[in-house]
């Protein structure tokens, strides 16, 4: 519920910086509804917004989202849902629902699948009438930064990988994806450093 | 339909394929201890690239402002076991209190 209202609460500085990009209220209204994965939404206003081609757009957006069908892989076996319930558990397959679910690991199967639809729709909820108040709220709001919204996601990210953390190895990792992920940002387009550590998780995990 | 609806319908079609065919992978692909090791891998790597990204870069420039102090702050809570919307918090006040006074 904590991680919900944290991260929902981002959802006002997505619907504001996304109509401020140019996007309309509608337009902010159905990412936030149909994308519903807040590093592709906010990438892909973010090249709009900078005046990059709606494909340009879409192919950073989509790269981010790559590690959401990687979720999906983590908990397909643990979820066994079917049909509808698929749909709705694929659309709610997200880092904080994967995050919280893989964070009850050691409570059993029944825990993990408890976190994950309790966060994914918690988080889904308010993401969505966060992102509708940011953007009719744009103006009015002004800068996300006194409010201290910039600090409060990467932040949650920190929480999310904290207890993943669990030997020298996993924390090595962390450390070497990071300064990556920092090193190639100025080098490669947005978004590509964060899906190429992806790569080197699949490297290490290949060789150990 | 301009470009914004593209991006945005696009966007969207993409994001679900995604998270759908995350699902309907074959769940004896999984079997293997590799691939669960990657599988347990990949978020460690994507979430600290994340952490890293949004700290210190704004689109494709580094930079070091008041995100630091929030970060800083988010790991001292963290190292102190504080729970997840302490350490949230903490990060945003400080992070804010810099930006608005400093």
């Known amino acids: ?27 902010s209204c159905l990412l936030s509804l149909l994308t519903f994965s807040g590093a592709s939404q906010f990438a892909v206003i973010g090249v709009l917004g900078a005046g990059g081609s709606a494909i340009s757009g879409i192919a950073t957006a989509s790269l981010l989202g790559v590690r959401n069908a990687l979720y999906g892989v983590i908990m397909a076996p643990r979820l066994k849902v079917h049909g509808v319930k698929r749909v709705l558990a694929a659309q709610v397959t997200i880092d904080e629902s994967t995050g919280v679910a893989l964070g009850q690991e050691v409570r059993g199967t029944d825990e993990m699948k408890k976190g994950f639809w309790y966060t994914g729709i918690g988080v889904f909820v308010f993401w969505n009438l966060f992102t509708l108040a940011g953007a009719l709220g744009a103006q009015a709001m002004g800068d996300i930064r006194a409010f201290g ?4 996601v990467p932040a949650a990210f920190l929480g999310l990988v904290w207890p993943r953390l669990t030997g020298r190895f996993e924390r090595l990792l ?27 998780a699949i490297a290490v995990g290949l060789k150990k | 339909m301009n470009s914004f609806w593209i991006a945005t319908i696009g966007t969207s079609v993409i994001a679900f394929a995604l998270k759908y065919s995350g699902h309907s992978v074959p769940e004896k692909w999984l079997s293997h201890p590799k691939i669960q090791r990657i599988n347990a891998l990949i978020p460690i790597a994507l979430l600290s690239a994340l952490v890293a990204v949004q700290s210190f870069s704004e689109k494709s420039t580094l930079m070091i402002d008041q995100r630091m102090v929030g970060l800083c702050v988010a790991i001292a809570a963290l190292m102190l076991k504080a729970p997840f919307p302490l350490v949230v918090l903490s990060a945003a006040i400080s992070s804010a209190a810099v930006y608005n006074w400093l």
């Open chain 1, 174 to 200: 962390a450390v070497g994806c990071a300064f990556f992920a920092i090193a190639m940002t100025p080098i490669l387009p947005a978004g590509l450093p964060i899906i190429a550590t992806a790569f080197i």
């Open chain 1, 149 to 152: 919204l910039d600090s409060a």
């Open chain 1, 1 to 27: 519920m904590s991680v919900s209202l944290t991260v929902g609460a981002y959802g006002v500085a997505f619907g504001a910086a996304s109509v401020a990009n140019g996007f309309s209220v509608l337009q």
